[in-house]
């Protein structure tokens, strides 16, 4: 695709964060910044993109998202964030995904990564900025500006009731309530709800200690159970660490990376394509597509 030009990009980024800023887009229920997913519909799950438009482009090619939304077919598409940094193509995946927004709002779910949270919290590395001064010169400040207000809109979490909950870094190790997650947006930086949702990662001992990444940390098998049995869901599903699989599992976690970065030796990507209720299998990894 051909890079959008300022105003284009800005208007996208402006036209979706107004349809999330006015809340429930057509047919989809939310509480606070949670999405319900409809029981009735599939959902395709991506994982980071950090800027890789060539994976986006497969999956959206293999799954053929538009061509069965306009035939009326029920499927959504649930981004888990980390939309840009890192990647060759930050613009264009954005873009993408901005404008399946405005075409498709109830049939997309754009949540929040990292890399597009509150502006009190800083993300290393943040080449975003750059990439915008070198594309768009004088007009990258207003471009920034736009798509920091989109991502004070993008959801929080998407909840498959009974089944997942997917989000884009991890459990908050307090014990945590559907309204905490709903509400962690409002409740930031008070509290650090938002933070640790966004930021933390699963280990396979119990308790939890403070992350290498400098913001949240690790959680325990103990900490993931507590807030699936909140909840009431069998799985969590995020993003946020890449593996040489594309994809991992830790007792009931899945991690699920959707972006190559060869020069962090991530050269395998995956994304999950959650049919809807039939027979539940004994765990979600069947779901997972690599590529
Ligand atoms: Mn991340």
Redesign the pocket.
């Known amino acids: 695709m051909s890079v959008p030009d300022a105003n284009q990009l800005i208007e996208a980024l402006s036209d979706a964060a107004s349809i999330l800023k006015r809340g429930s887009p057509r047919g989809l229920r939310t509480k606070g910044k949670l999405v319900y997913l409809p029981t009735d519909f599939e959902a395709i799950i991506i994982g ?1 993109l950090h800027g890789d438009y060539t994976s986006l482009q497969h999956i959206l090619t293999t799954t053929w998202f538009s061509e069965r939304v306009k035939d009326g077919e029920p499927v959504m598409l649930v981004c888990m ?2 939309y840009i940094d890192r990647g060759p193509s930050q613009v264009e995946v954005l873009y993408t995904l901005t404008g399946l927004l405005v075409e498709h709002p109830g049939n997309v779910v754009l949540l929040r ?3 597009e949270g509150p502006g009190d919290v800083r ?1 290393r590395p943040h080449d975003f900025p750059q990439v915008l001064r070198r594309l768009y010169e004088e007009d990258s400040w207003q471009v920034y500006r736009s798509f920091r207000a989109l991502a004070d809109q993008l959801y929080t979490a998407a909840i498959a009731p009974g089944r997942v909950l997917v989000l ?2 991890g459990a908050p190790i307090e014990s945590t309530s559907l309204d905490d997650i709903a509400q962690a947006h409002r409740t930031h930086p008070e509290k650090d709800t938002l933070r640790q949702i ?2 933390n990662d699963p280990v396979a001992q119990s308790g939890y200690t403070p992350s290498m990444r400098g913001v949240g940390y690790h959680f325990g098998p103990d900490i993931t159970k507590r807030l699936l049995d909140a909840v009431h869901v069998k799985a969590l599903i995020r ?3 890449g593996s040489t699989t594309g994809y991992r599992v830790m007792g009931d976690v899945i991690t699920v990376y959707s972006c190559k970065l060869p020069h962090l030796d991530n050269t395998r990507a995956a994304y999950m394509e959650l049919p809807y209720l039939h027979d539940e299998p004994e765990n979600f990894t069947s779901y997972v597509k690599t590529f």
Do not use: A, C, I, M
Request: zero cysteines.
């Open positions: 980071d964030g980390d990564g990292n890399h993300v884009h870094g966004l930021w993003g946020h660490q």
